[in-house]
């Protein structure tokens, strides 16, 4: 069973920059569709962006559109979330997931989860 690891979170000032990274052994991320989602204390698991299988076509959730930008390195076999002018309601763990469909409202169905990755946001 697929399990990802994402990586490259850490502590960042408002307005700063990082870029997440999602990864899995023997497992071939440009045949799904790669999702984001985040996790803040005390609150559920939300999406926050997609990346569809083949042409790449990209979804985000409202609160990081113009901000974030999903892509694919499939001679990387990896998928990242650049994120740009954060802000303290980042804060989360990031974790990433696979489905044969994109989808932001609900990660049922997604799997592959990982340990996440914590982005803390504050001055």
């Known amino acids: 069973q697929v399990q990802f690891v994402e990586s490259g979170g850490g502590l960042v000032q408002p307005g700063g920059s990082l870029r997440l990274s999602c990864s899995a052994s023997?497992?071939?991320?440009?045949?799904?569709?790669i999702a984001w989602f985040r996790q803040a204390p005390g609150t559920g698991r939300l999406g926050v962006s997609c990346i569809r299988i083949g042409e790449g076509g990209t979804l985000y959730s409202d609160s990081v559109k113009g901000r974030f930008t999903i892509s694919r390195d499939n001679a990387k076999n990896t998928v990242y979330l650049q994120m740009d002018n954060l802000k303290p309601e980042d804060t989360a763990v990031y974790y990433c997931?696979?489905?044969?469909?994109?989808?932001?409202?609900?990660?049922?169905?997604?799997?592959?989860w990982g340990q996440g990755t914590q982005v803390t946001v504050s001055s």
């Open positions: 997931a696979a489905d044969e469909s994109c989808r932001l409202y609900s990660d049922k169905n997604f799997h592959g």
């Open positions: 023997g497992f071939i991320l440009e045949n799904y569709a």
